[in-house]
């Protein structure tokens, strides 16, 4: 369920507007039907109880919205919980700068959209993907310096936001890492990616419709902006889609898809009225 009080003002706002709509069918009614002077009192009862149901109707399925259709610019953009494994078209899985495979809770996590993608989903052998990210052709600058002192995992680094299509997934290269192995980024930093994503995503998606993660939410840590929401995510990616030059032509649209475990966090009535701001 999302995040909605039941006094939240777009649902008055739209309960006001049911109101007014059937107010004025009530007056054009009574205009040839009488009501008699007995059957009034149940008749304002039932009115009453009827105007209380429809509040309640609105409360009920906006707090229980899984699915927003919005349109940014002249691109439809689908925010709904759900697998993205699941999802046709291209998606997209965050990778870090060096694009490792090696889940083993130190690298990448097993429980990560990272590590469940090498485990589970892989479309041929992890030895397949380490052949196809090595032979890929990059641009010349995505790829960055050779991390000589990195004792596990690869050391070729690249730039963030880099892509790799492999078969239908978009690899991208999301988070840097520190000394420690802890996937970290800045806040100017997530946003460098995200542009940078959107831009390489225009140039490979080939007309299909892209799925793609909160970015951010799970274990990457944004420096200084600790305590930062999934839906402040969902509205920095929204946002940074609409300054990009990234368009897609129907019947091509984006997806963000949202863990149904975690849509209780996000108000998609919030998304959803706030559109025209994005």
Known sequence: MSQVGFFDKRIIKRFWGAVAAIGTLLSLTLIFVTIPDKEKISAGIV???LLVATYTYFWWTSKN?????????????????GDIFKQPGFKAIAFNEYFDTQVDDIIISHNSLNGIFVNRHLP????DLNRHLSD????EDEIL???ESRLLGKKQRY????ICVYEDFLLAAFSKFNDRNQACLTMPEYLEFLIKFWDSVNRVYAQQSVSVPIFGSGITRIKEHRNISDEELLKIMLWTFRISEMRFMHPANLSIIIHKDKINQINLLDIKSARNGL
Request: glycine content about 2%; aromatic content about 6%; proline content about 0%.
């Open 124 to 127: 041929n052998k992890l030895e």
């Open 65 to 81: 919205l899984i699915e927003v259709e919005l349109k940014i610019e002249s691109s439809k953009v689908i925010v709904k919980a």
């Open 145 to 147: 310096d050779i991390n």
């Open 47 to 49: 009115c009453v109880i």
């Open 159 to 162: 730039d963030i936001g880099t």
């Open 136 to 139: 890929y052709r990059f641009e």
